[in-house]
């Protein structure tokens, strides 16, 4: 009786340290992952941002443009900030094949040299990737779609593909972590306009495609 | 009969220690250094205060903001949450914003690392640049002290409590960061973070003050 007991004791102690240790406490479900071997070397992805469905919050300054509308109402920069060129968007991302696999933020500033933009996406299965460019001029997407016919407080659909990185040089991946750790690369970012609502709410898809390599850890 | 009787007795008693040792285990409190005189620190109050936006998966059981704010709802997203925060100076003022994206992490291991929540940030200084960091934070801590008493036992908070939760994945236990764009572009560094817990409750967090203690080392760039 006296053995069975401290075998008992020495099986259930050991058991729950056992458990603690070894038991995946964290799992986040993951979808095959849709990359392509590049010709010259790299891995190619997609990710996709379906709008207005994949937005979660953005808010600007309003000399910023159309996209600085704070959404949803309640989630604007705080007064303080005056008219310091700033925009951050926030959107759930998709795979080439658009289920939603995480969560991205996009800021934009107008630095002393010149504009700049930068991308952190979160992947929770796989990590999280940084990207990093000479950022768009204020209102771009703004003035393309002026030059497209679109009129302020009226309804436009078409077709208007505006590159934010990549047309003359492409954005850089800085880096990540977990499965994106130790890659650099470049990317392209073309938000894919099809329409525009009264209120300004833009319709259509921003990708971002992706070339990664191997480089030296973040 | 009394062997079983007493195998099954001792594996009860066998584990509830095990789950004493896991709980006072010192193996899973985190020990980050403490900041530096000269590191830059930046300061967020939670929710109330600088929290633009909060959103997460935890259906009911966190409270998002602002109201009508998208959830997380989608599987692959709902271990997921996102921040958006003003963070301020010193003297108060609107400093910088960070979008704070964070998920548990894999690295969890209650025996040896404790609850581990992995941050990635995008923070930006408007006019001047943004850069990137990358904070595991153990929560074990807290977890024990907050979410298990007040969600768990139906028991009141029994805070303030301060955590410094930081634990790595740089060197030293210390967060990673490296510069992104205009005069940051060229930078690393490490930081760490504190958070004073002054009211906890069935929604989550009540009142926070958060500050994040930033070491900046290379030079600084002249263009993004």
Not at chain 1, 163 to 187: D, K, M
Not at chain 2, 5 to 30: H, I, K
Not at chain 2, 131 to 148: C, I, Q, T, Y
Request: charged letters at 20%.
């Amino acid at each position: 009786m006296k053995a069975a007991l401290l075998l008992g004791i020495l099986v259930g102690f050991a058991g729950v340290l056992a458990g603690a240790h070894l038991y995946p406490w964290v799992d986040h479900p993951r979808l095959p992952s849709r990359t392509s071997v590049v010709a010259n070397g790299g891995r190619a992805e997609t990710f996709l941002i379906h709008l207005p469905a994949d937005r979660i919050q953005s808010a600007g300054a309003a000399a910023v443009g159309l996209r600085a509308t704070a959404y949803p109402a309640g989630a604007e920069l705080p007064p303080e900030l005056g008219d310091a060129a700033f925009l951050a968007e926030h959107f759930k991302i998709r795979d080439a094949d658009g289920q939603v696999i995480g969560i991205a933020a996009r800021h934009w500033t107008e630095a002393d040299g010149g504009p700049a933009a930068a991308w952190t996406l979160l992947i929770p299965s796989r990590g999280a990737l940084f990207l990093a460019a000479s950022g768009e001029a204020a209102r771009r997407v703004d003035t393309a779609l002026e030059r497209a016919g679109q009129r302020a407080g009226q309804q436009w659909s078409g077709q208007l593909d505006v590159e934010l990185a990549g047309a003359e040089v492409p954005g850089r991946i800085v880096g990540g972590s977990e499965e994106f750790a130790r890659l650099g690369g470049t990317y392209r970012e073309t938000w894919k306009i099809t329409g525009v609502s009264p209120s300004g709410e833009l319709r259509g898809t921003i990708a971002l495609d992706t070339i990664t390599a191997r480089s030296a850890p973040l | 009969m009394k062997l079983t009787t007493g195998f099954v007795l001792g594996l009860l008693l066998g584990a509830a220690g095990g789950v004493a040792a896991l709980y006072y285990n010192p193996l899973t409190e985190p020990d980050p250094p403490p900041p530096g005189d000269t590191d830059w620190a930046l300061t967020y109050r939670f929710p109330k205060g600088d929290a633009i936006a909060f959103t997460h998966g935890a259906h009911g059981r966190l409270a998002a903001h602002p109201p009508g704010i998208e959830e997380l709802w989608e599987s692959t997203i709902g271990g997921a949450a996102l921040a958006v925060l003003t963070l301020r100076d010193a003297a108060g003022a609107p400093a910088a914003f960070a979008s704070r994206l964070g998920a548990g992490s894999p690295r969890t291991d209650l025996l040896l690392e404790g609850a581990v929540w992995s941050d990635s940030w995008l923070l930006t200084v408007p006019g001047e640049g943004s850069l990137f960091v990358r904070a595991d934070s153990n929560l074990w801590p807290f977890l024990k002290e907050g979410v298990v008493p007040v969600w768990y036992l139906q028991r009141p908070w029994q805070g303030p409590a301060e955590y410094r939760p930081t634990a790595g994945p740089g060197t030293g236990d210390r967060a990673v960061v490296v510069g992104a764009t205009g005069r940051f572009a060229a930078l690393e560094g490490s930081a760490v973070e504190h958070y004073r817990l002054e009211r906890f409750g069935t929604a989550g967090a009540e009142a926070l003050t958060g500050e994040i203690f930033l070491r900046l080392e290379g030079q600084v760039a002249a263009a993004p």
